[in-house]
C-alpha cells in the first residue's frame, strides 16, 4: 500500500457521494475503472460485522434494522415473498435456487434477492462506466443448506446479459481469513471477474468474432498433435472451420469436417445467424440447425477459469433427438 501511494499523484483526492446506492449510482458514462467486493450470499451479516465502521463514518445512526433491510442481500425479509420460488433467468442458478427452496424457501428468496440486487448493480456499473471502462469484482462461492452456490458463475452470466464481456477470470487462494468463524462453509478461494463494458452491437459482435477465431486455432492445434494434416478452412461463408485428413489403415484417406463452438453458458447448434466483426450478414445466407450435411463433428470448447481448456467432441445426427441448444454443464460433466 505505501508504494502504491508513492506512485500515486498528490493532487488526486477521494470523495463520497451524498447517496451511496450500489444499486442506483448517479453517474453516467464517467469512471474509467469499477473495483468491487460484493457480499457473499447467505455468508456473513455484514451490518453486524462492520457497525463499527458503519457508526464512525457516520452512514447509520441508532438501530442496524434499517439499513440491514437496505443492504444487498438482506436477511430482512418477509414471509409473503418466499411464498414462491423465484427465478432469475439464469438456468444453472435457478436450478440451485429450486433444489433450496425445497429446503428452505427463505433462503431461496435471500439467495435469488441476492442476484437480482447485483443484476442492478451490473447495469448501474454499466450506465456510470465509459467506453471501454473495466469492472473488478472479487467474489466466490458458498453452500446454502448443502448447496453449492456459485455467486462468480451466476454473477459472470447475469454481466454478459447486461452488455459486460468478460476479459478474463481467474481464482485467488484467500490466506487470511477476517471473520474468525470455524464453519464448514468457510470460502477459501475468491474469483476475481475483470469485466469490459462493451456498449453496441458492433463492440460485442467484434469480441465474440475474436474469441471464436482464437478458439478455433486453439483446437486446430491440438487436433494437429494428433491427426498432424489439419487445416483451418478460411472461407466465410463455410458450415465448419476446420478439416482433418485421417489416415486409413487400407492406405487411404477420411476426410473429416469440424465445427468448433465456444461453450460458456450453453452450446448452440445453429449457423449462418452471424458474420464477422459486425454480426450482421449483408448476404442472403439463412440460418442452419448442424447436421450431418453441414459438418462430421461438432467439437465444443470451454474455457476455464485458470487458462485451461475442455474439448468435447459430438456427431451432429445425434442433434435431431434433442434442441438446438445445451447447457454447458451437460456436455462437459467429467
Request: net charge positive.
Amino acid at each position: 500500500m505505501i508504494e502504491f501511494s508513492q506512485k500515486c499523484h498528490s493532487d488526486i483526492t477521494a470523495s463520497f457521494p451524498d447517496f451511496m446506492d450500489a444499486r442506483n449510482i448517479k453517474y453516467e458514462n464517467f469512471f474509467d475503472l469499477s473495483v468491487a467486493s460484493p457480499p457473499y450470499a447467505n455468508a456473513v451479516d455484514y451490518p453486524r460485522t462492520h457497525q463499527l465502521e458503519s457508526y464512525w463514518l457516520d452512514i447509520t445512526r441508532g438501530s442496524l434494522t434499517p439499513l440491514k433491510k437496505k443492504h444487498v442481500g438482506t436477511e430482512s425479509v418477509s414471509s409473503n415473498e418466499y411464498k414462491n420460488l423465484h427465478k432469475t433467468g439464469i438456468k444453472e442458478a435457478d436450478i440451485v435456487l429450486s433444489d433450496i427452496f425445497k429446503k428452505d424457501p427463505r433462503r431461496s428468496y435471500i439467495a435469488y434477492k441476492y442476484l437480482d440486487d447485483m443484476r442492478l448493480n451490473l447495469k448501474e456499473t454499466y450506465k456510470a462506466l465509459k467506453k471501454d471502462g473495466r469492472y473488478i469484482i472479487v467474489i466466490g462461492k458458498n453452500k446454502i443448506r448443502g448447496e453449492l452456490f456459485e455467486n462468480w458463475k451466476y454473477i459472470m452470466a447475469l454481466a454478459e446479459q447486461i452488455g459486460f464481456g468478460v476479459k478474463n477470470y481467474f481464482a485467488s487462494e484467500i490466506i487470511k481469513h477476517f471473520i474468525k468463524v470455524p464453519r464448514e462453509e468457510r470460502i477459501n478461494t475468491d474469483r476475481i471477474l475483470v469485466l469490459i463494458t462493451m456498449p453496441n452491437t458492433e463492440d460485442k459482435g467484434r469480441q465474440a468474432s475474436i474469441e471464436g477465431f482464437a478458439n478455433e486455432h486453439i483446437v486446430a492445434g491440438l487436433l494437429m498433435k494428433k491427426y498432424q494434416n489439419v487445416s483451418l478452412v478460411d472461407l466465410p461463408l463455410s458450415p465448419y472451420d476446420i478439416i482433418i485428413v485421417r489416415k486409413l489403415q487400407s492406405g487411404g484417406e477420411d476426410i473429416i469436417r469440424a465445427q468448433v463452438k465456444t461453450a460458456r453458458e450453453s452450446v448452440s447448434f445453429t449457423g449462418g445467424t452471424r458474420g464477422g466483426g459486425d454480426r450482421e450478414y449483408k448476404s442472403d445466407v439463412r440460418t442452419y440447425i448442424q447436421s450431418p450435411d453441414t459438418s462430421d463433428v461438432v467439437i465444443g470448447l470451454k474455457p476455464l477459469e485458470n487458462g485451461a481448456f475442455i474439448c468435447t467432441l459430438f456427431q451432429p445426427f445425434l442433434l435431431q433427438y434433442g434442441g438446438l441448444k445445451v447447457r454447458a454443464s451437460e456436455l462437459f460433466k467429467s
